[in-house]
């Protein structure tokens, strides 16, 4: 996978797959710490301690039509590959919260991507999902809760219009520059 954002759609896939209704993703960046930090909270079925402790290994998979599942152990593979790791939290009924840090500037870092995109492709393919993103590194800061644009679209216009997605992605191409990786191939 070619940037932090294909994981994300990714990650909270699994999210969407556990029938999750409300799905909150974070990015952060810690300039001091030189940490970046991804967060992907849902309220979904969750899973028992005994699938947290395996969910890493790519042989566990609650997939039936392949029987490996990658999602996770890519994320930690790219995490740790910076010399950053993932936890999981997840609890049954209640949802799961898939946390993966990375040093921020470290060559094999991977760059975060469109991250707008896939926020839009995810609400597009998903509208009866609610969505959070906060987003705070490299110099921009996105906030957007599709809560708030689903009461203010009053239950009549689905949060997938044509142009409600346009607002949507008008609010990310208007946020600064896309993040150019400080050591890596210019993308
Ligand atoms: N947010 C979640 N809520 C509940 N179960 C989850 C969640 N994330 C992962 N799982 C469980 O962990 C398993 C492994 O997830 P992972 O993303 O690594 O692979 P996958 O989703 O099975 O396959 P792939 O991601 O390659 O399509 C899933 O099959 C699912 O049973
Ligand atoms: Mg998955």
Do not use: C, W
Not at 61 to 75: I, N
Not at 81 to 94: A, R
């Amino acid at each position: 996978m070619q940037d932090l954002s294909l994981h994300i759609l990714d990650i909270v896939e699994n999210s969407t797959k556990a029938g999750a209704t409300l799905v909150k993703i974070q990015i952060i960046e810690d300039t001091d710490k030189n940490l970046l930090q991804i967060i992907i909270e849902d309220n979904g079925h969750g899973m028992d301690p005994e699938m947290v402790k395996t969910v890493r290994d790519p042989f566990v998979t609650t997939r039936t039509t392949r029987s490996v599942g990658l999602g996770l152990s890519l994320l930690e593979q790219a995490a740790k590959e910076t010399g950053g790791d993932l936890s999981i939290i997840s609890h049954t009924g209640h949802g799961t919260t898939v946390k993966a840090t990375f040093q921020a500037n470290h060559i094999d870092r991977k760059p975060v991507g469109d991250i707008g995109s896939t926020l839009v492709s995810l609400i597009a393919g998903n509208p009866d999902i609610d969505f959070v993103y906060n987003g705070d590194f490299h110099d921009e800061s996105i906030e957007l809760d599709t809560r708030e644009v689903r009461a203010e679209l009053g239950g009549i216009v689905p949060l997938n219009d044509p142009a409600v997605l346009k607002l949507f992605r008008d609010l990310f191409k208007k946020s600064g520059k896309p993040e150019q990786h400080e050591y890596g191939p210019e993308v």
